[in-house]
């Protein structure tokens, strides 16, 4: 199932529990031992609630006012276990920056069991038997960006993990300078990742390896469990999710930065965010992590890149589900995408119906966006209201000569539109974001709770979750990015 096709269980209402009433559950500790390890959180010195996300409380039935006690800030720092929980670290491998590396895993994160088909992990809460070098821990910044963030992908209708709560310590990290540690409690109904399988392929451990792949058509596909070719189809499915999540990432302007296989999720969701950016001046060649030194995961690259990480989970999968099978799938895999992207993009270009010959008319407008100097958010929420009148959307653009040509393709385009003027723009505007999580605004939030200062992080998290909305209160986060800040790298230590 989606993830944001899960209903929220309007049952929590009438029965929400107290955290001495949850009762956890371990389904991935049914698995052969190899795939992990169990490993006690090691809780942070002197925690404090920062944030914690009554939506997510209520996926898991947990009674909001229970968010606000001790007991609470003891859970979510490792430090209290409520009935059933069973906590562990998971093994994967993975290619990183198409290097393999054979022996990853849960290095930071802890599993503490699952509720209504969520996994909760405490990522930041110690070391594990995969930390290999690293101290386990997860810094403040870090920490409120991956909070945040996911909260933002859910807003914005994209597929991707949640979180229920951030907290914050007094406890020294030292990444390039002391910093202090935070944890995240995020959740997710599938923490399995392409890595997950290369590591079971690549030690051919092929008993650990079925049992993983049949684990996961349970969790994510349950509804392939009975069908003869439920193997294939399960890898049919994984590609389509893959594709459709990219297309989705290209369409909003997300930048990942980090699409390491074990990074990729065989739910379809978007994971792990580390140095990741939307774009802020348009720009196909943008790199948001400063290790990357030659765009591997530049933000026009990645649906390439995705479909080499799949190519390396057909590699690990084929022990098990025919090699010719899965490359025929692939083979769809450049079609499939092509088809989200257009799906995407009509939506935000305000077209009833798309067809295969939009595609030019996008292309051209990227064509265009690139080198204009156009803030991305900003331009397709300005044209959400456009209605012939060039002037606010030229006004965005470095040049008007590839604009100009634009629009006159765009409006010969419009013509084919059934609906009138005010339907097109109701429409647009739920397609194109007002606001995105910029880094920018989220560093604004860091450096604000540095100096233990947490009202922006609750404001961006009002934005985060109804990024179509107005907002007149936060207006100056609508515009463009402050030049200085403009299509920043950041680094991956985290
Ligand atoms: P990431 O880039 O955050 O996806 O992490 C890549 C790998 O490094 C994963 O196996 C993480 O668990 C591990 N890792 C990252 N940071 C740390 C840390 N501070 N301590 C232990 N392991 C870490
Ligand atoms: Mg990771």
Known sequence: MSLLEVPLSFDCYDNPMKLNELKLTNPYLDLPQ???????PSPLNEPFLIHANPYVARLLDIDEEELYTQDFVRFVNGDYHPQ?????????AGHQFGHFVPRLG??????IGTVNGWHLQLKGAGQTKYSRSGDGRAVLRSSIREYLMSEAMYGLGIETTRALAIIGSNHSVYRQEWEKGAIVLRVSPSWV???????????????EHEALIDYAIAESYPHLETEADKYILFFTEVVGKTARLLAKWQAVGFNHGVMNTDNMSIHGLTIDYGPYAFLDIYDQNNICNHTDQYGRYSFGNQPNVADWNLRALMTALSPVISIEK???????YGRLYTRAYLYEMGRKL?????????LELIHQLLGA????????????RTLSRYDGERKEILSLCLYHGPMNDWLDAYDERLKENKEGVQARHEAMLKANPKYVLKNYMLQEAIDAAEREEYALVDDLFKIAQDPFAEH??????????????????????S
């Open 369 to 380: 966006l690139q080198g204009l100097n156009v803030d991305y958010t900003l331009f397709f």
């Open 84 to 92: 059933g929980s069973d906590t562990f670290a998971m093994c994967y």
């Open 193 to 207: 990742r392409f890595g997950t399988f290369e590591y079971f392929a690549h030690k051919k451990k092929y008993k």
């Open 106 to 111: 849960d290095g930071r994160a802890i599993n």
């Open 350 to 358: 305000g077209f009833e119906r798309v067809n295969e010959d939009d």
């Open 472 to 493: 007149p209160e936060y207006e100056r986060w609508a515009g463009e990015t402050p030049e200085e800040f403009r299509n920043a790298k950041l680094s991956c230590s």
């Open 34 to 40: 190899e795939c992990h390890d169990r490993v006690k």
């Open 326 to 332: 899965m490359e025929k799938v692939m083979g769809h």
